[in-house]
């Protein structure tokens, strides 16, 4: 029988973003498959997460094709930007705290090119007077990943509503959390 490679990463992914933890043994058993299949195909837990990596890049890649990043307002690429991240996102959170890629000279390239797009988004936004300057594209691009990675987890622990994903993490990331008229006040 024939290992389907996608299904053992999405499970892996599935699994791995509610339990970070999880062992190879729970990672196969989850996947339907023994354990020397899987480390067969992954020889361990780093091979497995680097893998994940690399499924997780692409699907910010084509988030972000999909969003057409370059296309009508700035703001409203980012939220196309969320909507199109919001199924790959509990698997991003997940990346985003495994600090081994992160860190050193084997950094993945994909992360680079994720980041120069969206900083590019923001960038361009900050250009045409839509967003604020004093915050650097690169905090901004930041403040998206974290939002996301927060967002996946409250969804996935109950804390808030899927259909909810988009609208609270774009109106925190580009509103803000100050009510409109105590900002106003506090500028007076």
Same mark, same amino acid.
């Given at each position: ?5 996608? #299904? ?30 899987? #480390?067969? #195909? ?147």
């Amino acid at each position: 029988m024939a290992v389907d490679r996608d #299904h053992v990463l999405r499970t892996a992914a599935a699994l791995l973003t509610r339990k970070s933890t999880a062992t190879m043994d729970e990672v196969a058993k989850a996947a339907g498959i023994s354990r020397a299949t899987l #480390h067969r #195909h992954f020889a361990g837990r780093d091979a497995l997460v680097r893998a994940l990596e690399s499924l997780g890049i692409a699907e910010c890649e084509a988030a972000l094709d999909a969003a057409r990043p370059d296309e009508g307002p700035a703001a409203d690429a980012v939220r196309r930007l969320v909507q199109e991240i919001e199924p790959s996102a509990a698997l991003l959170a997940f990346l985003y705290t495994e600090n081994q890629l992160f860190e050193g000279e084997e950094q993945n390239e994909g992360w680079t090119r994720i980041d120069d797009r969206v900083a590019a988004l923001f960038r361009r936004g900050q250009r045409a007077g839509e967003f604020r300057i004093d915050l650097s594209p690169a905090w901004l691009t930041e403040a998206l990943y974290g939002l996301l990675g927060s967002g996946a987890w409250a969804v996935a622990e109950g804390r808030v509503a899927r259909k909810d994903f988009t609208h609270m993490i774009v109106e925190l990331l580009l509103g803000g959390a100050l009510r409109q008229h105590t900002a106003r006040r506090e500028e007076s």
